[in-house]
């Protein structure tokens, strides 16, 4: 039995990689694969992601994306319960898709206020390096990641600003697929 996909995005601070822990935490197998982590793998040459989009971030996000669905995939052939987090939006999900033909695969935006997202950037501790630093990418990516162009592109929202990291599980555990 293949296990499901869930693809989180949202801004820094929506809680991708702590709902993503502790939704896993609920199955017997389960594989996070962030992003972020798989881009920090490149030992010299590391582009980091900006606002402006540069070239070099954009295709290192795309082979990271790419090797990401190809784990994905494995695992979740393998009877893994997946999580992918992720700032995407609905078309950076479609050359990803290409590799999950057949699989249930689950697009979930987290979505908070601007100073909810702030205060969880700031009072995080799962970042090796000075959080402040994506403040101004919070600010960028607010407006520019509605979340009615998700819900129009077919993913599932979930409001997490009074929600506990608990109740946001059971929100996403709740979820009815396809949305």
């Known amino acids: 039995m293949t296990g499901p996909i869930w693809v989180f995005s ?4 929506a809680g991708k990689t702590s709902v993503s822990r502790a939704l896993l935490s609920r199955f017997p197998l389960g594989l996070h694969l962030p992003i972020d982590d798989l881009r920090e793998l490149v030992v010299s040459g590391l582009a980091q992601p900006a606002l402006d989009h540069p070239p070099e971030a954009v295709r290192q996000f795309a082979l990271a994306r790419t090797a990401a669905a190809h784990h994905a995939r494995l695992y979740a052939e393998a009877g893994f319960a997946v999580a992918i987090d992720d700032v995407l939006w609905p078309t950076d999900v479609a050359p990803m898709a290409a590799h999950w033909a057949g699989l249930d695969v689950r697009p979930v935006r987290l979505y908070t206020t601007l100073e909810v997202a702030h205060f969880r950037n700031r009072t995080r501790t799962n970042k090796t390096y000075d959080t402040r630093v994506l403040a101004p990418l919070i ?3 607010y407006g520019q990641m509605p979340p009615q162009s998700f819900r ?5 929202v979930v409001d ?3 929600l506990t990291l608990e109740q946001t599980v059971e929100a996403v555990l709740g979820l009815t697929w396809p949305v």
């Open 152 to 156: 129009e592109a077919g993913w599932a």
């Open 139 to 141: 600010d960028g990516l």
């Open 160 to 162: 997490s600003t009074h």
């Open 10 to 13: 949202g801004s820094p601070g």
